[in-house]
């Protein structure tokens, strides 16, 4: 018979059959089919039932010389506990998440996290309703957090970590408002921040290259003629990132020029959005006092009609924002390479991916005059438009559109 005379409906059940036995039988029963019906010949297994032709022509040398091969499984080594309990990652990096940070100097491009293997253990217990009996032990635990990228951090004695009594309860009221905003579907969270200015000139900046001759730097890091700052808009839920430099001053202007930019490039992308958390740091061009940003923040929600909700980090801690992990790739990118002018710095920021994706990049080519505020009467009337959370004031801002 030849497998031209076969129905496809005969074809399926063959397939199916084969693929509901196991090892040595199953060899055996896909040879026999490959002699009948397909002449003997493995690679037209291969394309009419998807069967390997390695296993194949195993299966038809076992069945003409009797010889039984050894199903040696127990050498195939066990499955990643991830791998048998997929639900165990996601539910991991939804408990890590809101407390891991980059490194603070862009050394690497690891995450740590302030949260022990122990405690994320009890945590999907108690907020995941796992049991004790369900998951591996600590040990694995920390095994699975060291191959999703998370490590702890040693605690530096020598430079302790500032703190203000509301710290703790600032933590948690942004990563509610996280929660929330990823859980709600007409609600997007962008996490933003500038990183440190890039100096612009042939300066090595401590990185390498793989080489035959490594690029020669200036013998001094000294009196760049430009220093580009660059913003980051990320997106958690999308890994969408978006870089806008500029050559002028680092301002409240700039920052909502940027999300301006962001918005129209991407509001067809997120037609059903209706309300945005934005994740800033306590940085001074963006605080929550800062006259000309609010002011210009509220600009932007009447211009775009979202609703606006700006919870912050605490002080000292803008590391555990998300967009600082984009950074840290960032540095660890373009680090081997002399960022000699401006075109070339955009170009190789383009080249950076953060989870297989490019950036979208762009530079504002606009002068900021820096120290600009609102007289203490305008101020008035922009807080009118505040909505500020009675425990946390600084911390947790929200803007309803003039025209929604």
């Known amino acids: 018979m030849n497998i031209n005379e076969i129905s496809d409906t005969f074809k399926s059940i063959i397939k199916d059959t084969a693929e509901k036995l196991r090892g040595f039988e199953r060899r055996i029963y896909i040879a026999k089919i490959t002699i009948e019906l397909l002449c003997k010949s493995a690679r037209k297994a291969e394309r009419v039932f998807g069967w390997g032709r390695k296993t194949v022509k195993t299966g038809m040398m076992e069945l003409i010389t ?38 603070p100097n862009f050394q690497t491009s690891l995450m740590y996290t302030r ?47 500032k703190k203000i009594p509301e710290t703790d309860a600032i933590f948690e009221n942004v990563g ?40 020669e730097a200036s013998d001094h890091d000294m009196n760049p003629e430009i220093k580009m700052v660059p913003f980051g808009i990320f997106e958690p839920t999308t890994d969408h990132i978006s870089i806008v430099f500029s050559t002028s001053a680092e301002t409240s202007d700039f920052v909502v020029d940027c999300l301006e930019l962001w918005w129209k490039e991407n509001k067809e992308r997120h037609a059903d959005i209706r309300k945005l958390v934005i994740n800033p740091d306590n940085g001074p061009h963006v605080n929550s006092h ?4 609010i002011k210009r923040i509220i600009e932007f929600a009447d211009k775009t009609g979202l609703k606006i909700q700006l919870a912050y980090y605490p002080p000292y801690h803008s590391k555990y ?28 920021a383009e080249t950076m991916t953060w989870n297989n994706v490019h950036p979208a990049v762009h530079l504002i080519d606009k002068v900021y005059q820096t120290g600009v505020k609102l007289t203490k009467k305008a101020m008035k009337i922009c807080e009118k438009r505040l909505e500020r959370l009675d425990s946390l004031p600084k911390w947790d801002v929200t803007i309803e559109p003039a025209f929604g």
Not at 323 to 346: A, F, P
């Open 321 to 348: 924002n998300p967009i600082e992990r984009c950074w840290g790739v960032l540095e660890m990118h373009w680090n081997g390479t002399l960022l000699s002018s401006v075109n070339k710095t955009i170009r190789w």
């Open 290 to 293: 800062r006259t000309q940003f």
């Open 66 to 103: 009797g010889i039984r091969c050894v199903d040696n499984y127990s050498a195939r080594g066990n499955k990643k506990t991830e791998e048998k309990m997929p639900e165990l990652e996601e539910d991991i990096r939804s408990i890590v998440g809101p407390k891991s940070q980059t490194d």
């Open 115 to 161: 949260i022990t293997a122990k405690a994320i253990r009890q945590a999907l217990i108690d907020e995941k309703g796992y049991t004790d009996d369900e998951l591996p032990c600590e040990n694995t635990i920390r095994n699975i957090l060291n191959r999703m990228g998370y490590q702890l951090k040693r605690i530096q004695k020598t430079k302790p970590i």
């Open 176 to 215: 509610e408002a996280n929660r929330q905003a990823d859980e709600d579907p007409d609600t997007l969270r962008i996490s933003i921040d500038a990183k440190a200015k890039v100096n612009i000139g042939e300066f090595s900046r401590g990185g390498k290259s793989r080489e035959e001759e490594p690029e």
